[in-house]
């Protein structure tokens, strides 16, 4: 693997390196078809999730295209510049904790925002079955990974394409960052109502409300991380 990426690596930026590796041997060329998931998963014992979110970072920057009919290849560009978009992304990693935190916030409030005006029932009836198995899952090691899965249907109902993908993006560096300086391992009670407030808030067609109680419940991740830059 490459030297130049020697910061802590995750799962999702294991399979961007493989990928790039692949390109920089000139095994992966403009035009070609991106490995099959689960081949990639299992070659790089990661989860199919993980290769997911590397196939989807790299379609949300241009460098992969989804054809119906073809699947996912690689964009028509340049060697040489496959290789500098695909370490960009990988620079993510080096982004400090606030920064990802403060991010997450400003997308989360204006996914929120548009919840509100763009939800429909589904969207709604999925919200409540999220939140239920969050709930469902409160003292066990998923709970922040439902926690996750509830905001990820929030961005779902905010029919903007953009934030949902720059949410999936920076997802798993915040998640890495949780583990690493052992934030949220102990749930609080009030974490349990912060989602039906938000909920609640969403059905009223209450922008207002609802960003206020996005920005409640994700203060103490704000605070933290704040703190932590100091």
């Known amino acids: 693997m490459l030297s130049k990426f020697n910061h802590?690596?995750?799962?999702?930026?294991?399979?961007l390196k493989h990928l790039y590796d692949l390109i920089n041997e000139g095994k992966?060329?403009?035009g070609s078809k991106l490995p099959a998931e689960r081949k990639l998963a299992e070659e790089l014992c990661v989860g199919r999730t993980h290769v997911r979110n590397a196939f989807a970072e790299l379609e949300?920057?241009?460098?992969?295209?989804?054809?119906?009919?073809?699947?996912?290849v690689i964009a028509a560009i340049h060697h040489?510049?496959?290789?500098?978009?695909?370490?960009?992304?990988?620079?993510?990693?080096?982004?400090d904790f606030f920064s990802l935190v403060e991010t997450r916030l400003i997308l989360e409030m204006e996914s929120?925002?548009?919840?509100?005006?763009r939800a429909d029932e589904k969207d709604i009836e999925a919200l409540k079955l999220a939140h239920k198995d969050y709930l469902d899952n409160f003292h066990s090691p998923r709970r922040v990974e439902k926690d996750?899965?509830?905001?990820?249907v929030i961005a779902q109902a905010s029919r903007n394409d953009?934030?949902?993908?720059?949410?999936?993006?920076?997802?798993p560096d915040i998640l890495s960052h949780y583990v690493t300086k052992d934030f949220c391992s102990t749930p609080l009670p009030t974490d349990k109502h912060e989602h039906q407030i938000i909920i609640d808030a969403i059905e009223a067609r209450s922008s207002s409300k609802a960003v206020s109680a996005m920005r409640l419940h994700l203060d103490r991740l704000y605070t933290f991380a704040k703190q932590q830059k100091i």
Request: hydrophobic share 45%; proline share 3%.
């Open 162 to 171: 953009v934030i949902k993908s720059m949410l999936l993006i920076i997802t």
């Open 80 to 95: 040489n510049a496959l290789q500098g978009l695909i370490s960009d992304i990988m620079s993510i990693e080096n982004y």
């Open 60 to 72: 949300f920057y241009g460098i992969v295209k989804t054809f119906p009919q073809s699947g996912s």
């Open 112 to 117: 929120v925002r548009l919840a509100c005006e």
């Open 8 to 15: 802590k690596e995750n799962a999702t930026v294991k399979v």
């Open 148 to 152: 996750m899965i509830f905001h990820r």
């Open 28 to 30: 992966l060329k403009p």
